[in-house]
């Protein structure tokens, strides 16, 4: 997800025509499970950032409180962080992750690292390459790719913090590392995931890989572009899904897709991104992404209670994959509160942060109901 584009499906899915023939309609549901759920998980890749410009986090009555220990006490069970190669910040790099893993790793919160295989953000709309990429060849940017995904992941582990769940590219509609792993070179595209994919499997054997797509409603982006993985051989262990209820469509459309690509694929899956208003106002000069009514779905209101019902209401949508091929979910950037100088634009520091008010935290710094829904129901 990227801080101010819209996700919308790669125009590519709508032109391609899928490498595997075409399958029935969806099929009816087997046996739903309705129980806990493995993955209930946050990502907090701002974190760094925030506590750096002065960001605190308090209980919901006003104590302060180290926020991975809040994740840990209210039930969450894994923390997701992404990865950028040379960010103009200086965040989300390694050097920033070792530490919070450490944190993370004493407060009994599992790691999910998501590689974005770029110097910014990564999403269907913006595959860019690293710079210090530029002129590299496509053997030489699978190498990249393979020696970039070791290097982080090699260290988690090598200082007693490995990462359980992985990331080979974030929201990858349109492929990854621009142009050359576009959807138009779809060759050179699974190239480069074959890399990390294994790399990830050299330096922790026992990771569970994910393959990540937008649009979770979108069930024809999904069978063409992961019908596309199984005819060139990309071996992987969950598929991941963008699910927002504002750009992806009805909450029915999405369990439908994701009853179908489970079948399908012989995969679990996960919601791997997520997220819900708890008003619609501003903290910051910053028009915020999530800004009117008209925006809201029916029946959830942009009020906390409201943010607290849309994650049960997520939670549902992952435990009733047929099969119990519901992994879970993941709220996005919970944690990024509005701090002057944590925007949204790692080049340029007076950038503001449109996300504030779908954190799990209020403008006074103090968790949401939903966070305590977020771990505890469905745990």
């Not at 819209?6 to 023939?21: E, I, S, Y």
């Not at 993370?104 to 913006?126: E, Q």
């Not at 999904?222 to 051989?233: L, T």
């Amino acid at each position: 997800m990227r801080r101010r584009s819209v996700l919308t499906a790669a125009g590519a899915a709508a032109l391609a025509v899928p490498v595997l023939g075409a399958a029935p309609a969806v099929a009816a549901p087997a046996t739903v499970r309705r129980g806990r759920l493995e993955i209930r998980g946050v990502d907090i890749s701002s974190l760094p950032k925030n506590e750096d410009h002065g960001a605190v986090y308090r209980t919901a009555d006003g104590r302060r409180e180290d926020p991975v220990r809040l994740l840990a006490q209210s039930g969450v069970t894994h923390a997701r962080l992404k990865v950028w190669v040379n960010p103009a910040d200086g965040y989300n790099n390694k050097a920033h992750i070792l530490p919070l893993a450490r944190r993370l790793k004493r407060a009994g919160v599992g790691i999910w690292i998501d590689f974005h295989y770029s110097d910014s953000w990564a999403d269907p709309a913006h595959q860019t390459k690293p710079a210090a990429w530029a002129d590299l060849d496509v053997a030489g940017l699978t190498r990249a790719v393979y020696d970039h995904t070791a290097d982080v992941l090699g260290a988690l582990k090598r200082q007693g913090t490995p990462a359980q769940l992985v990331q080979i590219g974030n929201e990858l509609n349109g492929g990854l590392i621009w142009p050359e792993g576009n959807w138009e070179h779809f060759d050179t595209m699974t190239g480069f995931l074959k890399a990390g994919l294994s790399a990830a499997r050299d330096t922790t054997p026992r990771i569970r890989t994910i393959l990540h797509l937008a649009n979770g409603g979108d069930n024809g982006l999904y069978r063409w572009w992961f019908d596309n993985m199984v005819a060139y051989g990309v071996d992987f262990d969950i598929i991941g899904l963008s699910y927002y209820p504002f750009w992806h469509g009805p909450i029915a459309n999405a369990a439908a897709n994701m009853a179908d690509i489970t079948a399908r694929y012989g995969k679990p899956c996960v919601i791997a991104e997520t997220a819900y208003p708890f008003t619609l106002e501003s903290e910051d000069d910053v028009n915020d992404i999530l800004n009117d009514p008209s925006q809201l779905t029916e029946g959830f209101p942009a009020t906390p209670a409201g943010q607290a019902a849309w994650l049960r209401e997520v939670a549902d949508l992952a435990a009733g994959v047929p099969d119990g091929q519901g992994l879970g979910y993941c709220y996005w950037e919970g944690l990024w509160t509005y701090r002057a100088g944590s925007g949204w634009d790692p080049t340029d520091s007076a950038s503001g942060n449109a996300w504030e008010n779908l954190a799990l935290f209020d403008f006074q710094d103090r968790a949401l109901p939903g966070l305590r829904t977020l771990g505890r129901y469905r745990s």
